[in-house]
């Protein structure tokens, strides 16, 4: 059974097998992660889940074992402070990932490693035993099933992510072989997510993070207490690969061989998640990279474009909604995301919110800045192409080019970015990520993360109470 190797795996993984570059990428990713849900807990869909739980659990359980909800200043909960947590994680589209796993891993793994490992203060090398364990297991399976996954209309975040928060879970629990096999089992058959969610314009995106790790938990304890769940729910007949993957007449159980994914248990480069740097769906920041070149060149002078064409792979130019109707809808419109790259820049949240307080998604608006972006999207096509899909998954190209009028250069401008801001090859440097947490907190105190550079000294309760001084 596949998932039994997967179970050895997790069971045996000791801190002291982790590489340095390991541990100092996912001390990275656990700043960036608190830096974007600190902030994200303020996102409407984050109140919204707060209230709802608080609204169904309070006062009506006498709970033990209680964890952190960031950025509250509360605790409940175990399942509670990891769904909201995950909510929170993924809302604001900062938060980090794998470019071939096709997942959204940090939004799953801290918000379940952190809500047992304050609750039952561990320490801070489990805690780090555990998050390495999830990042593994979340870039194994999610290399697995992709692209095809995605290509059905799945969120690998939900899916893949229940898996994921269930190894993490197992691991910190100490459950045995047996135990994380059942745990897993109960994961696959929670494991949901449609891409729909995404491209809808609706919440239920940052829901997937928060449900994965719920489910990831749940499933965990269950199978502690003795609970059983199917071993072969991955690879069986009926399981995750035949129903969520392939097609019946693609997949057959007795030919699709795991010896290779199994060589690389325990030799994934967690170094190879990305950092986002714009709250924008991963798919469009090539295309933004590359507006920003181009306007370095340009300046000010956007009023002069004539007419502006983004080519990209498929999945980008998918991302072509040119009429908006909310912040989510627009963290994955490809032409708003270039034509504010053009205008204002580099985008934060605050401006985000700033120009759909100017009426950004309104139908009229009295403030120039807004109706220069406007005035670009109608002036821009979204082109899939052939050679730069051929690139895709390995890179994510986008090339844009700029026609400017007669009264200013009467040229053409056109760049292109392979790999977007971020990426292993072209990485984010530590103090960058320091500044976007500023950026997204300036109010908080910066100094209480230096705790995280020695995590390996402290209990874990210890340090979740010195991030929330």
Not at 39 to 45: K, L, T, V
Not at 199 to 219: E, F, P, Q, R, T
Not at 239 to 250: I, Q, W
Request: aromatic residues 10%.
């Amino acid at each position: 059974m596949f998932l039994k190797n997967i179970s050895k795996f997790i069971s045996n993984y000791r801190y002291e097998k982790a590489t340095v570059e390991s541990i100092t990428t996912v001390k990275a990713a656990f700043l960036d992660f608190f830096g974007v849900t600190y902030r994200g807990s303020n996102e409407e869909a984050s109140n919204i889940a707060f209230n709802t739980v608080e609204e169904i659990f309070s006062g009506n359980l006498n709970y033990n074992l209680k964890a952190s909800i960031i950025g509250k200043n509360k605790k409940t909960d175990i399942l509670s402070a990891g769904f909201l947590n995950g909510v929170s994680a993924h809302v604001l589209e900062l938060d980090d990932g794998h470019r071939g796993a096709q997942i959204h891993l940090g939004a799953v793994i801290f918000p379940t490693a952190l809500a047992i490992s304050e609750s039952f203060d561990l320490s801070g090398k489990e805690f780090l035993e555990a998050v390495i364990v999830g990042y593994e297991v979340g870039i194994l399976l999610g290399k697995i099933v992709n692209p095809e996954h995605r290509n059905n209309g799945f969120h690998t975040t939900g899916t893949i992510g229940a898996f994921v928060a269930g190894a993490v879970a197992s691991k910190l629990l100490k459950l045995d072989d047996e135990q994380i096999l059942n745990a897993l089992g109960l994961c696959g058959t929670q494991s949901a997510g449609l891409l729909e969610s995404d491209h809808g314009g609706s919440m239920g995106k940052s829901l997937h993070a928060g449900k994965a790790v719920y489910n990831g938990i749940l499933s965990a304890f269950l199978a502690r207490n003795g609970f059983t769940g199917s071993g072969t729910i991955f690879e069986g007949n009926e399981g995750f690969l035949k129903t969520m993957v392939y097609s019946n007449t693609d997949y057959k159980p007795e030919e699709f061989s795991f010896e290779k994914a199994l060589k690389e248990i325990g030799r994934v480069r967690v170094r190879d998640i990305y950092f986002k740097k714009y709250p924008f769906c991963r798919h469009i920041h090539s295309s933004i990279d590359t507006a920003l070149k181009l306007k370095a060149s340009i300046g000010d002078e956007y009023d002069h474009i004539e007419n502006i064409a983004v080519k990209t792979y498929d999945v980008a130019a998918q991302h072509d909604n040119f009429d908006p109707k909310n912040v989510e809808e627009l963290k994955q419109s490809l032409p708003y995301a270039v034509a504010i790259s053009l205008v204002v820049g580099e985008v934060t949240v605050d401006d985000m919110n700033q120009l759909m307080e100017y009426g950004l998604l309104d139908n009229y608006s009295t403030v120039d800045t807004v109706n220069s972006i406007k005035n670009l999207v109608s002036k821009m096509i979204i082109l899939s192409d052939e050679k730069l899909n051929d690139l895709y998954p390995d890179k994510r190209p986008s090339n844009v080019i700029i026609k400017l009028d007669k009264a200013f250069r009467n040229g053409v401008f056109q760049n292109i970015t392979l790999l977007p801001k971020g990426d292993f090859e072209n990485p984010y440097q530590l103090s960058e990520l320091i500044d976007k947490f500023k950026s997204n907190n300036p109010l908080y105190d910066v100094r209480n993360l230096t705790v995280i550079d020695s995590l390996e000294e402290y209990s874990m309760k210890y340090v979740v109470q010195k991030l929330n001084e």
